[in-house]
């Protein structure tokens, strides 16, 4: 803490470190305490309360709360409460080091410490510390941190580390029990592992889970899960660990799950019963919604796996009955989509990214699986990324090729008000496409048909 003699020495100095984060300040602490005497209620008739001069303090970016605590008795008082612990290498303006990267991990810890050892520990809502770029840091110098954040009142913790070493930093789950973790309502980790989740106890206030790059299990996040009951989103992100996600049927507020990258994952199962949401990433996972009627909108992306486009004709209407949206992004698909054996009754909006499939011979009229098994259809839009010019290139012929017939369907589109295709290729499949949607389309194709809608749109690029 600073006395009043380093107070009054700083106010001299002007560049002298800051004691509160061990920082050469930039502005003159002069400046600074003839902009706070309203808080020393000595050179000024104005004399606030004290709750209001906190609640002042509270809305300054750390740095400058920190400055301030330095130059004003109320301030510093209500710096060992400063509720919002935002912990950067930008929020505390630490200079540029280069390719210095000792440096200014050294740099970045003082000033961390000063921080944390001139707080309480009390009155902390938000806490929010990423390390990056900073490298080499030891787990222990995270942990003295974290134990002084996690106090009782916390709403936001938020820990992103970046390569502190070998050894991923391990959470101190026991910290999450009782008290201090009844009132957390979001809970981002980064960078660490979890173990002995069972040590958290009862999270009731937390709404919003996010992990990424976090080593646990499958196992161990169902029982943490399990004791979570408010949630109503969870992120995981690259966690390499999990083989099977369960979601249990406590959570009856989850709305949204996202689950990118989770190279292990096998299978998501989710008991869930108001999940609306659900995007997926990464290899092919074999999904079980459970009852979850509700899902009305699916991202999925799907790398490097020959038959996505066909799980999702497949087995995406028996798992969501009543998707409204759905978004597929599909790289190197090879295989050709089969007829639909369900419907996508409420699908409203599809979009499909295809991403360079290794066969040049893939068949864009394959598609029209996924329109015909969409009667209320609103809006399609392709997105192709991909050679312009192909071998199989109508350009090629001058002459149609009337041995090539379309690949027309009986359905009729009449719902259909927008399509998109961006990254139109010279593939004859690709024609035929469009001119199957023209044709079929109430309102998109109706100049073909002779019944052109007041509300559609077309584009192709």
């Not at 520990?121 to 490298?135: A, D, I």
């Not at 989850?254 to 989710?270: A, G, K, Q, R």
């Not at 399609?380 to 290139?393: Q, V, Y």
Request: aromatic fraction near 6%; charge should be negative; include cysteine.
């Amino acid at each position: 803490m600073g006395t009043p003699e380093q107070m009054k020495a700083l106010s001299i100095q002007g560049q002298t470190q800051d004691p509160i984060t061990g920082d050469g300040s930039t502005c003159s602490a002069a400046q600074i305490k003839a902009d706070s005497n309203c808080a020393e209620g000595t050179e000024s008739p104005v004399h606030l309360p004290e709750d209001i001069l906190h609640r002042i303090h509270a809305l300054m970016p750390i740095r400058d709360a920190a400055q301030a605590a330095c130059v004003s008795h109320a301030f510093l008082r209500s710096w060992r409460y400063y509720p919002r612990l935002i912990l950067s290498v930008d929020s505390l303006g630490i200079k540029d080091y280069g390719s210095k990267y000792d440096e200014l991990t050294r740099d970045f810890i003082s000033r961390v410490d000063h921080i944390m050892q001139n707080h309480s520990g009390m009155g902390v809502k938000e806490f929010r510390l990423e390390n990056y770029p900073c490298s080499t840091m030891d787990p222990s110098t995270v942990d003295r941190w974290v134990q002084v954040a996690i106090t009782p009142g916390i709403k936001e913790f938020d820990l992103s580390l970046f390569e502190l070493s070998d050894i991923k930093y391990s959470f101190p789950c026991s910290l999450l029990s009782g008290e201090r973790g009844s009132s957390i309502q979001s809970l981002m980790l980064a960078g660490c592992s979890l173990r002995s989740l069972e040590q958290a106890g009862f999270m009731s206030s937390l709404t919003n889970l996010d992990l990424h790059s976090v080593d646990v299990t499958g196992e161990e996040l169902f029982c943490f899960l399990s004791n979570s009951y408010a949630l109503e989103k969870i992120s995981l992100w690259n966690c390499n660990n999990i083989i099977c996600l369960k979601i249990p049927c406590q959570l009856q507020k989850l709305n949204f799950l996202e689950v990118l990258d989770c190279e292990m994952l096998e299978m998501i199962d989710s008991n869930a019963p108001n999940l609306s949401t659900l995007s997926c990433s990464g290899r092919q996972t074999h999904i079980s919604l459970g009852h979850a009627s509700q899902v009305r909108k699916i991202r999925f992306r799907c790398d490097y796996s020959s038959n996505a486009l066909d799980y999702a004709i497949t087995k995406l209407p028996l798992i969501a009955p009543n998707l409204q949206i759905l978004y597929l992004s599909i790289i190197d698909e090879t295989i050709n989509i089969p007829t639909a054996f369900g419907k996508f009754l409420q699908l409203k909006h599809l979009e499909i990214i295809l991403h360079a499939p290794n066969s040049l011979d893939f068949d864009f009229c394959c598609l029209i699986s996924f329109l015909d098994a969409s009667p209320a259809l609103e809006t399609f839009i392709l997105r192709i990324g991909m050679p312009t010019i192909r071998h199989d290139s109508i350009v090629e012929d001058v002459i149609s090729d009337s041995s090539h017939p379309l690949h027309l369907s009986e359905s009729c589109y009449d719902n259909l008000k927008n399509v998109m295709i961006t990254g139109f290729c010279s593939a004859k499949s690709m024609i035929e496409l469009t001119i199957h949607i023209m044709m079929l389309a109430d309102g998109c194709g109706g100049a073909c048909r002779g019944r052109k809608g007041p509300h559609r749109h077309s584009e192709i690029h």
